[in-house]
């Protein structure tokens, strides 16, 4: 359990947006310590997102190798994408088909994390998604540059805690999905 | 093992930076993508973070208890901080000691990982931290709102995979670090 939102003795003194787009805001504060020192803080606001671990019946999970522009490599993600105001299961149904072309009959929000806590509200929700049909259309954005890979869970799990699944969240995801099994 | 760095096929047009920060810098390019799509990019440059699983001789970990702001929430945190131009290993030494007041005899860098890879280049290593003696003297931020408490690494496992130890790469530490006991 996540304990209730508080504001910690921090007073927002002002609020000022440097960037807003549909992807995510920058916002700058001023704001108060506890101590009564006056900081400036800039944080990302985020609208969240899903990480999808879709299980095949027969232990394998579907994953993308994408190229991700941030970083300059090409990674084993999840499937994932910005929640979009709906729920976490409602997106994490949306992406797994627009992205991976595969159905899911069941999904299930299995834990939430917040991704850096330093500079970002950001929060994903992580879904296993099992029951699938590979519908052979897929619906991305240009920016989604991916092939779709499939391997056993206990694979992906070695290479989550490898590194080699560098995308924390995506590694995340897997091993507490792999713990699961 | 990460693939080598390569642009995908992306061409980088131009560059602006909207904010820039000791922190973080929030940079907008414009992209020719390999569709011939022209498009805009705004992402976060990070000098990367340090998270620390500082385990003592009787199978205990130190973490935080901290107030971060942008989530408006306290929440369990392994000892963390930026990079400040040193090596990850030199940066979990001083954030350790700054933070919790402990010295760490032993450290070895386990694995590291991208945060957020839709909008930031942030990546972020994990080092193990051992041999721990307590020098009783902390040097923090005033933004550094934290108690001090450890748990037994079962235990902390455990609140990672419900979610309960909230922020990723600090669950994504503490299960890597329980895995190679």
């Keep these: 359990m996540i304990g209730p939102k508080h504001d910690g003795g921090w007073s927002t003194l002002a609020s000022?947006?440097?960037?807003?787009?549909?992807?995510?805001?920058l916002r700058q504060d001023q704001v108060r310590l506890p101590s009564g020192d006056d900081i400036t803080y800039t944080l990302v606001e985020h609208p969240g997102f899903v990480v999808v671990v879709p299980l095949t019946s027969d232990g394998y999970v579907i994953l993308e190798r994408i190229y991700?522009?941030?970083?300059?490599?090409?990674?084993?993600?999840?499937?994932?994408?910005?929640?979009?105001g709906e729920s976490p299961i409602d997106a994490a149904k949306r992406e797994l088909l627009e992205e991976t072309g595969f159905e899911a009959g069941?999904?299930?929000?299995?834990a939430h994390f917040f991704g850096s806590t330093g500079i970002s509200d950001e929060e994903f929700h992580i879904v296993v998604?099992?029951?699938?049909?590979?519908?052979?259309?897929?619906d991305r954005e240009a920016t989604?540059?991916?092939?779709?890979?499939?391997?056993?869970?206990?694979?992906a799990a070695e290479l989550a805690r490898s590194?080699?699944?560098?995308?924390?969240?995506?590694?995340?995801?897997?091993?507490?999905?792999?713990?699961?099994?």
């Design 106 to 110: 069941d999904l299930a929000s299995i």
């Design 68 to 84: 991700r522009y941030t970083v300059q490599r090409t990674v084993i993600e999840c499937p994932a994408g910005a929640l979009d």
């Design 163 to 181: 590194g080699a699944i560098a995308d924390a969240p995506s590694a995340l995801a897997i091993l507490l999905a792999h713990d699961r099994r």
């Design 16 to 25: 000022t947006y440097l960037f807003e787009s549909k992807w995510y805001n």
């Design 144 to 155: 989604e540059q991916m092939e779709i890979i499939r391997m056993p869970l206990d694979e």
């Design 129 to 138: 998604a099992t029951d699938l049909r590979d519908t052979g259309r897929t």
